[in-house]
Every structure is written in C-alpha cells, then in structure tokens.
C-alpha cells in the first residue's frame, strides 16, 4: 500500500486552498467564535498529541490558513455592517474617479468623498461629466438597500462603494484632478469610440464598442436579450471570463500563424494589456488579465496542467486584497472557474484525440472552450436564476472569431485617425464578421426552449455540482496514462 507523500507544491496547494475555503465558509454562513475557538482547541489537541507527525503539523497550518481566511472575511463584513451616517444631509466637494457611464435615463457617477469612501450618484439630467472632474454635490447619502434577493449592498461594497447620493445637487468646480495617464487613455477611447460610429452601422457598431471596451448600453433591447438567452453576455460584459477567454484564443492563434510559442506568449500577453488597458483597469478585468496572464505562461511552458499552484494561488491573494469577491464578485468568480476550467480539464480531454487533430488548432480551442463552459455553468444558473441550453452551440459558432474581429474592429478605429481609406477596408471586414455574429444570436435566441428558468438551483445544488466534477476529474486523471485516439 502507497503512503500519501507531500511535497513542498501540495502543501503549498493545501494551504492556498485552505485560505479560499476560510473566504468562502465566512462569505456564506456565520462563524461566531465559538466555532473558531472550537476549531482551535481541536486542533491544538491533535497537535499536542502528535506534536512529531508532519501531517498533523499541516492539519493544523491548514486549520491556521483557513481560520485567516475567515477572519478576513469577517474584518471585511464587519466594516460595511457598522456603517452609519452622522447625518442624512452631505454637502462637500468630491472627484470623479471613474469614468461616468451613460444609461438609458441617467447618468451613473462614481465619485469618491474626502474620507475615501466611495458613493455612486445617479444624475437625471442632460449635464455632462467625466473622470478627474471636482464637483460639489448636495445630496442625502443612504446605504444601499437590497431588492428582490439581490444583496445591492454587497454588490457595491466590493467596489468600495458604500452610498448612494439621492436628489443630488451638484457644481462642477473643477477638472483634470484625476491620473493623467487614465485620463488620456480614456480620451483616446472615446475617441476611437467616435471612429467605429463613424465607420460601422448599427447595430454592428454598438457590438463592436462592447467587444473593444465592454458594456451593452448601445445595443437594441432585443438584440440584449438574446445575447443572455444565448449566454453570450460576457463577450460584451467586463465580467473578466472574456479576458480570460481571449487571452488563451490570441495563444492559440498565434501558434497557428506561425510564431514559436514564447513569441506568441509575447504577442498574446501584449493582447490582454491593450484590452484591459482600452476598458479604463476596471478591477474586474485587471483580475482576469492577471489570471489570463498565468494561462498563458502554463501554455508557454507546456505545462498547461501543473499550473494549478499559480492559478490557486494568485486567487488567494486577490481574496486577501478583497475578500468580497468571493460571492459577490461574479467576474472574478468566472474568470477565476474558466481558467482553472481550462487547466484541470484540457489536458484531459487531449487524450482522446491525434497529435495531427491537435496540430490543427481548432480542436484546441474547442476542449478549451467546453473546459470552460462547464466549470461556470452553475455560476451563471445560480446568479441569474436561468440557463442557456444552447450556450456551448452559441459560444463554438462565435467565440472562435471574436479575437479577429476584435483585431478589426481595433484597427478600424485606430486607422481612423490617420488613413480613412484603410480604415473603410477594415470596417467592411469588422461588419462581416460582426453580422454574422448578431445573426447567430438572433437566430439560436429566437428559440421558446433556448433559455430555461433555474429558480431552484440552490447553494446545494451548486455545491453538487462541483462535487461531481471534480470527482469525475480525479478518476479521469486516474485513467490518463491510457491514451485513446479517435
């Protein structure tokens, strides 16, 4: 009989992981001190009876890691519950730190108050802002309240955003207080924004600004609505999965147009910079440009399925930083799924096909599309109480030209600028791939059965599906020294 040997690696997994089961225990249920003290004594009991054996000693430091996470957690609720306003009225000057987004009726700001606290200010009205700009507001600050099951207060909270400012009155008092580098980014943004209007109709315009820099705001109402039906929101939506998603897409394309897979690394790497630098660093993204970024190092090195200690690791960090991203998260919680997805599950899958279908690039993108899919499926039913049944048929026909018409789109705008001539030639090739794109969504979301209500799936029903999945990996992973070729 085998004896369980850890080294330095799995331990390291263990505790990483520890760590995240803390976050996540203390994000869903309420551990009060007896349960931590509890656990303490336990532990320390086992420890001082078997004081000489090394798994005890990582019992307990997983014990030790958890607990951490947990009280992390707890520091973090604990904060945003002791919230309370000295009064109802506010009136101050405060900065625009991001940049103020345009919805159907109203102008949504967030701005950040002298204390650092941060309030979101919703502005019916047809004055303009935009980042860096000083306002004095006057306005009744209130915590958000939750409607409908949906915990709006933790949803702001992540993002540091503790108010809301209702009946604002507000003054611009000044501009450009903001980081100058963000800014111009920013400028150059709406600027190529500007470019696509110009260059592209609508409603391909208004895809092609979400696949550049996120957001659905320019599309038809319909056209939206099939985009969830069809579970394709995320390629508009700075939700972090698209990066994740592009990032190992720009990988594959690049060793299938020849580059050396370090050089494509570079070119790929380059990629996720440009996009997450061209939707302003929201966290969101900047998480999964990280995630992205250790995806494509795995696949640099060939090393695609030990990467699980960088992966697992770099989340436990994130959860440090922000311990709210656990649950309340949801572009944090796909890319995070996607990438360890992809890790955990490709590998697999290869077995079962040649080297020569490998070579040909396209069924790589497929397992890992697929690896993806099923490890945020529950994510998405969960969150959204419904379900894509049609979701991997819309994701297989799309994603694998989203990259090239990002590219497009992205040369279409800068051309803009300098050679319209180019640009028009760009344009016509952006509005091809990008009709055919709303016509795969309008057609598979046009489907009574496309979508299906998931009222039910409970945190238990999430918790056994992953049970599921990760036992089928394990015996997969078994039974991968049989390799099978179809």
């Given amino acids: 009989m085998k004896t369980m040997t850890l080294n330095k690696s799995k331990i390291f997994l263990i505790l990483s992981l520890s760590f995240i089961g803390g976050v996540a225990g203390r994000s869903f249920w309420e551990l009060g001190l007896i349960e931590f003290y509890g ?38 609720l604990a904060e945003i519950n002791k919230l309370e306003l000295k009064g109802k009225e506010f009136s101050g000057l405060v900065k625009i730190i991001k940049e103020p987004e345009k919805r159907d009726n109203h102008l949504q700001i ?32 209130k915590i958000p309240e939750n409607f409908d099951d949906f915990n709006y207060q933790m949803y702001l909270a992540k993002d540091k955003i503790f108010y809301l400012c209702k009946k ?15 800014a111009n980014i920013l400028y150059l943004k709406n600027a190529m924004e500007k470019n696509i209007e110009q260059a592209i109709p609508q409603p391909e315009a208004g895809l092609a600004k979400g696949l550049l820099f996120g957001g659905s705001s320019h599309l038809p109402e319909k056209l939206k609505e099939n ?13 972090g999965y698209n990066v994740t998603i592009i990032s190992e897409y720009l990988m594959l394309a690049g060793i299938f147009l020849g580059f050396w897979r370090r050089q494509a690394f570079w070119l790929a790497l380059a990629g996720i910079f440009i996009f997450v630098a061209m939707i302003g660093f929201p966290s969101s993204a900047v998480r999964a440009g990280v995630m992205g970024s250790l995806l494509l190092w795995a696949m640099k090195n060939g090393r695609l399925a030990n990467a699980d200690n960088a992966i697992i690791f770099s989340g436990a960090i994130m959860l440090l930083i922000n311990p709210l991203s656990f649950r309340w998260d949801i572009g944090f919680q796909l890319s995070f799924l996607a990438t360890l997805g992809i890790i955990r599950m490709s590998p ?4 079962y096909f040649s080297n020569k279908l490998r070579a040909l690039g396209l069924v790589e993108i497929v397992l890992m599309t697929i690896s993806a899919q099923i490890f945020v499926l529950p994510i998405i039913a969960y969150n959204f109480q419904s379900l894509s049944v049609i979701s991997l048929l819309a994701n297989l026909l799309i994603l694998l030209i989203i990259p090239i018409t990002m590219l497009f789109v992205f040369l279409t705008a800068i051309f803009g600028f300098v050679w319209i001539s180019l640009a028009s030639i760009f344009s016509w090739l952006s509005y091809l791939l990008l009709h055919y794109e709303i016509e795969v969504v309008n057609f598979l979301g046009k489907f009574s059965w496309a979508s299906i209500e998931m009222k039910g799936f409970s945190q238990l029903w999430f918790m056994a599906y992953y049970i599921i999945v990760i036992s089928g990996i394990y015996y997969l992973n078994k039974i991968r020294k049989k390799k099978i070729v179809f």
């Fill in 227 to 239: 985009f969830s039906r069809t579970g394709m929101t995320h390629i508009i939506a700075v939700s």
């Fill in 168 to 182: 604002p009155k507000i003054e611009k008092t000044g501009e450009k207080r903001g980081n100058k580098i963000y």
């Fill in 110 to 141: 967030i701005a950040e108050l002298p204390n650092k606290e941060r309030v979101l200010i919703k502005l019916y009205s047809i004055k303009e802002f935009k980042y860096g700009d000083e306002i004095k507001i006057k306005c009744n600050l």
């Fill in 39 to 76: 656990l303490a004594v336990v532990t320390i009991i086992f420890l001082t009876v078997n004081y000489k054996s090394k798994i005890i000693w990582i019992v307990f430091m997983a014990v030790l890691f958890f607990v951490l996470g947990a009280w992390r957690t707890d520091l973090k």
């Fill in 348 to 351: 697999i899958w290869e077995n």
